[in-house]
């Protein structure tokens, strides 16, 4: 028994002795921390160019200007979300600490001939910076700096400025219809003269926008100073430019393809929320066209309505009414990314 032992003792030592060495434990990695709590956040919310999100950063914590496409990101550093971009982590192995900022899975743009990936930012021209968001495109204004003169100038102009891209304003003296005192031109503010200067109120109204719904009650706004303060103020209004329950186009005359102006034959009372008229009204809506064109209201004037309510008040709303419709091609097509930018001078230029 004593010599099974001492064989077998040997056996293991020789065993153990022919094993190869184990190899070396590397040297651990230490993580760099990008994160740190309790948050100390800037007191100044940042100011990022345009066309770049304002986000809370990877620690939640502060609110920081994203990453864009092709730029180094952190876990603390994170990716515009909004155009669909990643932190692609998988250059940095075995660290995966800093990463660049990369599409996810999307479809891609094309605009004017040029295909633009998910996420990618471009610039068409100078005036605007657009972004490709899974097929769509969206674009902002660069051009926003300037402003038009102050609210005495009755024909502001806007004229570019050789050297620059975007264009400024000016007031076109040669249109002004009245001719303002020494002090509208002379003095640069108007401190001390607020009084005199509302009593001598220039009025300043905006044209009403379209209507919120191409059919039913929806809401129609302006910005007007025609009040006891001159103040500019946002007005709205109650508008209808025609019914969603008839069919305008069974009264369109043989051979005609539009008929611009549709009107009920009996009155009746105009109901919002459950409100009703106090009296009986019969309004002319816009109609509608065959062919590619629309109808739009073209004269119209605005009407105080009271309303009885279901738990017994009153209320009185302003009421478009129209007088005239216009049918035109002039109208939005659908899936028309530069609808929304009309308002902003040279929108055709993005178009062409």
């Known amino acids: 028994m004593c010599n099974f032992y001492s064989r077998l003792e040997n056996v293991i030592l020789q065993n153990t002795t022919t094993m190869p060495p184990a190899p070396a434990v590397s040297e651990e990695y230490t993580r760099t921390q990008y994160c740190k709590w ?38 603390a550093d994170t990716c515009d979300t909004h155009k669909g971009l990643y932190c692609d982590y998988s250059s940095d192995m075995p660290r995966y600490e800093v990463g660049v900022c990369g599409p996810m899975t999307g ?21 605007y910076n657009c972004t490709c968001l899974n097929g769509d495109i969206g674009c902002i204004p660069l051009c926003r700096n300037s402003r038009p003169p102050l ?15 975007c264009e400024q304003w000016i007031c076109d003296e040669s249109k002004r219809f009245r001719k303002a005192s020494p002090r509208h031109i002379a003095s640069p503010a108007y401190g001390g003269e607020s009084e005199s200067w509302h009593n001598n109120c220039i009025i300043q109204t905006t044209p009403w926008s379209p209507c919120s719904k191409t059919c039913g009650m929806g809401i129609s706004t302006r910005i007007s100073n025609d009040n006891k303060k001159c103040k500019l103020l946002k007005e709205s209004r109650l508008c209808n430019t ?43 809506y816009c109609g509608v066209c065959t062919d590619d ?11 105080e309505v009271q309303f009885d309510c279901p738990d017994g008040s009153g ?5 478009m009414w129209i007088n005239a419709c216009f049918c035109n091609l002039n109208c939005k097509k659908p899936n028309d990314i530069f609808a929304d930018l009309e308002s902003y001078h040279d929108y055709t230029e993005v178009m062409n």
Request: proline share 10%; net charge positive.
């Open 38 to 75: 309790p948050c100390e956040c800037p007191r100044v919310r940042p100011v990022c160019p345009p066309g770049v999100s304002v986000v809370t950063d990877g620690c939640d914590c502060c609110k920081t200007c994203a990453k864009q496409l092709g730029e180094n990101c952190t876990e």
């Open 242 to 284: 025609r019914p969603c329950e008839v069919d305008i186009t069974k009264h369109i005359r043989p051979g005609k393809k539009c008929l611009a102006v549709y009107r009920e034959n009996e009155p009746k009372n105009l109901t919002i929320s459950g409100c009703v008229s106090k009296k009986a009204y019969r309004p002319k």
């Open 293 to 303: 064109r629309c109808c739009t209201p073209y004269k119209s004037k605005t009407i």
């Open 151 to 165: 609210v005495w100038c009755q024909s502001p102009k806007r004229v570019k400025v050789p050297g620059k891209c």
């Open 107 to 127: 479809v891609g743009c094309l605009l004017n001939g040029v295909r633009y990936i998910n996420g990618q930012s471009f610039q068409p021209n100078c005036k």
């Open 315 to 319: 209320v009185s709303w302003n009421v």
